[in-house]
């Protein structure tokens, strides 16, 4: 790339974000690679952490109006000058068309920030990538039919199960200002997302993998005998399609004979309401809520454990996960995995070959099953855990699908990839 210029700019939820750090380790790679772009956040973040992956992303950031009324000089200063704009007509009149279908304040303040990107990105910007096909790919998509330009996506699990079919499949038609090309992280999610693709071979299946050089060696694990404290950890956001409260009924069930301690690492609203459940059921004081941490932390966390488990399930909406990176972490450590065979899971981990997957509805009692299964056989789990990790090295990492989204980044701003616009 040229780097007298700013070809590209990538619209985030949020920057920096400690939860998605499979988006903080593509950009720190497309740098490497000799990208340059400008950083697009939708939100402030909500806390001051960070991981030391986000210290290696050397972007500018720049950050759009949270709340439009909160900034609304700004908003409206852009709004004028967005009117001027090659595409604004073509912009409005889509907006109007989503408005109506979705008469939402978040439909409103999206067209408000791409109003404020397409007149604040500078001239230099030829594309633009969103990461998420829901709200920052709206962002993006409003903003790349004012300026012109093209556009495209990085879709991962929430965003394609959860967003109106209407709304992808308009996204994905390149005949009504559509994205030129997208990525997601799983097979499941491709082959939904191809189904309503005007050209299914846009569409790229593009696992996160993981960088290995961003994490130590995997620590000798010895037995620590019979007695010693079976150490369970989870990392994840406590939200529904997590299945935390399936976890702590789980818990509960184990039988008096397992001596155990669960440690939890990450935020989330269902925190307190969780907490009150294991108070209820009188395990709170074998439970460690650790909250937010960096990643460091995180992986010191993975290498003191015994067991990892994450009992991931399909949310009532539909939410549900992709292939969580917490999985490949704790595979990178050779911590021993418990999960369940939701969506892209079984992608990655094979049932009693790289870890023990309960059905995927995760209740309690298979997951208590599974975990004195674990405690009952250590040699097994130890062998499934060394599978897991050659599964990583030899087939989840990173550079090969960091160079598919490369090559096709650069064709967007060469102009190989263009939208058809009618």
């Not at 200063?77 to 009149?93: E, N, Q, S, V």
């Not at 050089?213 to 620590?224: G, I, V």
């Not at 818990?251 to 440690?263: E, G, H, K, S, Y």
């Not at 130890?382 to 160079?403: C, H, N, P, S």
Request: proline residues 5%.
């Amino acid at each position: 790339m040229n780097n007298e210029v700013t070809p590209l700019a990538i619209v985030v939820k949020c920057w920096p974000r400690l939860s998605e750090t499979f988006v903080a380790q593509e950009l720190a790679a497309l740098e490497q690679r000799g990208h340059n772009f400008q950083i697009w956040s939708l939100r402030y973040p909500a806390n001051k952490k960070r991981h030391p992956l986000h210290e290696q992303v050397s972007a500018q950031v720049c950050y759009l109006p949270e709340y439009l009324h909160l900034d609304i000089r700004r908003v409206l200063k852009c709004w004028w000058a967005c009117r001027r704009l090659p595409g604004y007509r073509a912009a409005w009149k889509i907006f109007l068309a989503d408005v109506r279908r979705d008469f939402t304040r978040n439909r409103v303040r999206r067209f408000g920030q791409a109003c404020v990107l397409a007149v604040e990105m500078p001239e230099s910007i030829v594309a633009v990538y969103a990461h998420f096909l829901h709200t920052p790919s709206s962002v993006a998509r409003y903003a790349s039919i004012c300026r012109g330009i093209p556009w495209s996506y990085s879709a991962h699990a929430k965003d394609i199960w959860t967003t109106p079919e209407w709304e992808l499949m308009e996204k994905l038609d390149r005949h009504r200002f559509g994205a030129s090309f997208g990525v997601t992280c799983t097979a499941v999610g491709a082959s939904e997302l191809r189904s309503k693709c005007s050209d299914p071979q846009a569409v790229d299946l593009v696992y996160h993998g993981l960088d290995l050089s961003r994490f130590p060696p995997p620590p000798l694990r010895s037995d620590r005998g019979e007695d010693a404290e079976l150490r369970l950890l989870s990392v994840g956001r406590l939200v529904e399609k997590k299945g935390f409260d399936r976890l702590i009924s789980a818990l509960a069930a184990l039988p008096v004979t397992v001596n155990w301690r669960f440690i939890h690492i990450g935020g989330g609203q269902l925190k307190a309401s969780l907490r009150a459940q294991s108070v209820a059921a009188g395990i709170d004081h074998r439970i460690e809520w650790r909250g937010e941490q960096e990643q460091p932390e995180v992986i010191q966390a993975m290498r003191d454990a015994d067991v990892f488990v994450l009992p991931s399930r399909i949310a009532d909406d539909g939410d549900r996960d992709g292939l969580p990176n917490v999985l490949m972490e704790a595979a990178s450590q050779k911590l021993p995995i418990i999960a369940t065979s939701v969506s892209a899971i079984p992608e990655f981990l094979q049932h009693n070959t790289h870890a023990t997957l309960v059905e995927a509805e995760g209740d309690a009692q298979s997951l208590a099953a599974a975990i004195v299964a674990s405690v009952d056989n250590p040699e097994k789990r130890a062998a499934m855990a060394e599978q897991a990790y050659q599964r990583l090295v030899d087939e989840f990492a990173m550079d090969k699908g960091i160079e598919t989204i490369d090559r096709r980044l650069q064709q967007l701003c060469a102009g190989n990839e263009s939208n058809v616009q009618e």
